[in-house]
């Protein structure tokens, strides 16, 4: 199984940039497909950006595209998320998802391993 550790969220204005990390531990971290997935106070979880195993193959929500990119470093067992052009509407909760796969999933229950979030606030 693997670990996750997610890491760089803070708060920051509107328009702002912020890179969320997420770092595994335990088996080969290149086995796992990644995704980063967000929740909002009384709202769903919501999927936002994936990764396959090999960091050439990846899939947005629409809310994000343009904005968000995501990347993996299999040498540093380390995914990320860059966010850019910040809003207030993506303010949530960012949790970092592992499922040992070779392709992009992009729905929550997929997702095998957890790690505990790391919230980000966008104020106006």
């Known amino acids: 199984q693997v670990q996750l550790v997610e890491s760089g969220g803070g708060s920051v204005q509107v328009g702002d940039s912020l890179t969320l990390s997420c770092e595994g531990s335990?088996?080969?971290?290149?086995?796992?497909?990644m995704g980063w997935f967000r929740q909002a106070p009384g709202k769903e979880r919501e999927f936002v950006a994936a990764?396959?195993?090999?960091?050439?193959?990846?899939n947005y929500a629409d809310s994000v595209k343009g904005r968000f990119t995501i990347s993996r470093d299999n040498a540093k067992n380390k995914v990320y998320l860059q966010m850019n052009s910040l809003k207030p509407e993506d303010t949530a909760a960012y949790y970092c998802?592992?499922?040992?796969?070779?392709?992009?999933?992009?729905?929550?229950?997929?997702?095998?391993?957890w790690g505990q979030g790391t919230q980000v606030t966008v104020s106006s």
């Open positions: 998802a592992a499922k040992m796969s070779i392709v992009v999933h992009t729905t929550a229950n997929e997702y095998d391993y």
């Open positions: 335990g088996r080969s971290f290149r086995d796992y497909a």
């Open positions: 990764v396959n195993w090999s960091g050439r193959s990846t």
